[in-house]
Structure formats: structure tokens, C-alpha cells
Nanobody, 124 residues
Framework: QVQLVESGGGLVQAGGSLRLSCAAS????????MGWFRQTPGKDREFVAA????????YYAYFVKGRFTISRDNAKNTVYLQMNNLKPEDTAVYYC?????????????????WGQGTQVTVSS
């Protein structure tokens, strides 16, 4: 129903900022809650942030709250993750995902569609 492509990753110094974008295809984008997850080698994919279908509710992992902001523009079929005050421990592959629910969207199992990921590397 929806295809997702992430972009905006790259290299940044600690304390810097990046904005990730996730472009979605399909006219049903607004039917999906959207989330961002991240993963490093050997670790489980972990929740970063999520936003409800309408954009009216947002949720954040405790370790990024106050630094990252998730937003969406349904007219552009795009979800964003603004990342400020980046830390070396934020280094990971970041994935966007879509869920056919507004419930439990902090949980990986709620998501039906996944992008391929974009690498974020934060140097000390």
C-alpha cells in the first residue's frame, strides 16, 4: 500500500543537527501512523519517535526527547525527523515505518511497512 524511502543521513559532529526525510508513495499515506526507528550492528531495532495519522500526537523515546522532533506533511507524503544536539551514541541506521493503527505506535510490531534506512554517523 505504501513504499518508503529515507534520505538525509550523513556525517555530523557531536552537537550538530540533521533532518531526515521519508518520502512515501501511495495515496493512502494519511491512513498510516509513522515512526522512526534506529539500529546498530548486533542490536535490536529500537523506537525513536512516532506520529499519529493526523499528526496531532507525537511520541518519543526517553533518550531523544527534547532533542528530536517528528513531523509530517500529508500533502507531500513525507515524514521528517529533525535531530538536534546529536551525540555519538545516536550513530545508527535510521528507518522510517508505517503503521495501520494509532495504537501502540512505540512498538516495532505495530508497523507494516519499512524503508531501507539511512546512515547517521555522529563524530566526537
Amino acid at each position: 500500500q505504501v513504499q518508503l524511502v529515507e534520505s538525509g543521513g550523513g556525517l555530523v559532529q557531536a552537537g550538530g543537527s540533521l533532518r531526515l526525510s521519508c518520502a512515501a508513495s501511495g495515496r493512502t499515506f494519511s491512513s498510516y501512523a509513522m515512526g522512526w526507528f534506529r539500529q546498530t550492528p548486533g542490536k535490536d531495532r529500537e523506537f525513536v519517535a512516532a506520529i499519529s495519522r493526523s499528526g496531532g500526537s507525537t511520541y518519543y523515546a526517553y533518550f531523544v526527547k527534547g532533542r528530536f522532533t517528528i513531523s509530517r506533511d500529508n500533502a507531500k507524503n513525507t515524514v521528517y525527523l529533525q535531530m538536534n544536539n546529536l551525540k555519538p551514541e545516536d550513530t545508527a541506521v535510521y528507518y522510517c515505518a508505517g503503521a495501520q493503527t494509532n495504537l501502540d505506535i512505540n512498538l516495532l510490531s505495530s508497523y507494516n511497512y519499512w524503508g531501507q534506512g539511512t546512515q547517521v554517523t555522529v563524530s566526537s
